[in-house]
Each structure stands twice: as structure tokens, then as C-alpha cells.
């Protein structure tokens, strides 16, 4: 079983859509949560980092972690066709700087 | 921009082949990564620096690679006689040692190697 779980899709919404994204993972000393959304053949880009569960927004995302239940969201409102991309989820533990991923889920939002 | 700049951004080569990629991080950063990533995978990690130091390396970095970060600036990883296997994205990211945002790392755009 890998430490981060997440769903491949693809994931297809019409635009205007709220668009929710899941990871689940299993090692209880991760305390440092992202996500990225990677563009095809383009560098990941930094959308949301948090340290603590609870909600985080930033503009049309939200963040939300779950400690106790091992599970992550990103939610996405009045989602956009420029959204379309690949949403990786990422963590890391206190002890240590590497970042696991998970293996991303591809959004594709239509007019 | 000061974003994390990495080169060459693609690179063909044949097996047995030595490569090397450049990663220059964002000024100032002192921390600086290496992943590697494969189609429809997330980033894997390879090794990190805290300036010159190399502080971790996975198990995924085998003997044919080795990364470097003489005097805490830019980086190099080079793999020696490439294999057909190691085609993939090598992303190089950094982050700031700021209090409440350890592991904020910002990514290149990436190195994409071929191996034929």
C-alpha cells in the first residue's frame, strides 16, 4: 500500500462547477500538507500549504485536513477550463524535508 | 523572475551515456531538491540539500547518480551510463528556512531526459 493514495480519475466537470479532490494517506506523522497543480510538461506549482487540520482558503480553493481521518481536500468553486491540469496532493513529516506525492488526479473542466 | 530555473530543459541521449542537469533555486533558498517523475506519477524524491550539505538521498539514487551543491548555490545531478529506465522528469525545487513554512518547496519547470 503506498503512504498517499489518490484518485487518477480523470476527472470531468462542466465550467462552473465545485470540484473536489481527495487524498487519503497512512502514516500519522505527517504534519505538513500541499497541494500542486501541474500543467502538461510543466513543473508542479504551489496552490495550497498548510500545517494543521481545518479549513485554509485562498481565493476560489479551499483547503481541508483531517488529521484524525487521514484525508485531505482541495475544493475548487466556479471552476474554470484553465483549470484543466493535474492536482497532485503532497506531504512530509516533521522529521524530514522530502515530500511524498501522490500520483495526481487530471481535471479537465469544459465550457 | 526569480523563480527555480533548471537546464538543460530537455535532453535526448543514448544508453550508456553520461548526463548532467543544472538547477539554479530561488535566491536565498538554502534548501534545494531533487524528485524524479514518470508519466501519470507523482514526483519521487532523490535528495535534498541544506546549502552545501546533502542531507538525505532515497534509496531510488543509485550509484550511477550523484548531485551536488558546491557552495550553496546551484546544483548539479549527474547520472552516469544511462539507462533506458531513468527517462523521465527531474524537477529540482527549493524552499526557504522561514519558521511555519519548512517544506514550502517551489518547483522548476523541469529536465526532461530521454534515454534511447
Known amino acids: 500500500q503506498k503512504e498517499v493514495e489518490q484518485d487518477p480519475g480523470p476527472l470531468s466537470v462542466p465550467e462552473g462547477a465545485i470540484v473536489s479532490l481527495n487524498c487519503t494517506y497512512s502514516n500519522s506523522a505527517f504534519q505538513y500538507f500541499m497541494w500542486y497543480r501541474q500543467y502538461s510538461r510543466k513543473g508542479p506549482e504551489l496552490l495550497m500549504y498548510t500545517y494543521s487540520s481545518g479549513n485554509k482558503e485562498d481565493g476560489r480553493f479551499t483547503a481541508q485536513v483531517d488529521k484524525s481521518s487521514k484525508y485531505i481536500s482541495l475544493f475548487i468553486r466556479d471552476s474554470q477550463p484553465s483549470d484543466s491540469a493535474t492536482y497532485l496532493c503532497a506531504m512530509s513529516s516533521y522529521n524530514t524535508d522530502k515530500l511524498i506525492f501522490g500520483t495526481g488526479t487530471r481535471l479537465q473542466v469544459f465550457p | 523572475d526569480t523563480g527555480v530555473s533548471q537546464d538543460p530543459r530537455h535532453k535526448i541521449t543514448k544508453r550508456g551515456q553520461n548526463v548532467t542537469f543544472r538547477c539554479d533555486p530561488i535566491?536565498?533558498?538554502?534548501?534545494l531538491y531533487w524528485y524524479r517523475q514518470t508519466l501519470g506519477q507523482g514526483p519521487e524524491f532523490l535528495t535534498y540539500f541544506q546549502n552545501e550539505a546533502q542531507l538525505e538521498k532515497s534509496r531510488l539514487l543509485s550509484d550511477r547518480f550523484s548531485a551536488e551543491r558546491p557552495k550553496g548555490s546551484f546544483s548539479t545531478l549527474e547520472i552516469q551510463r544511462t539507462e533506458q529506465g531513468d527517462s523521465a522528469m527531474y524537477l529540482c525545487?527549493?524552499?526557504?528556512?522561514?519558521?511555519?513554512?519548512?517544506?514550502?518547496?517551489?518547483f522548476g519547470p523541469g529536465t526532461r531526459l530521454t534515454v534511447l
Open positions: 525545487a527549493s524552499s526557504p528556512q522561514t519558521s511555519g513554512r519548512e517544506n514550502e518547496q517551489f
Open positions: 535566491s536565498e533558498h538554502n534548501r
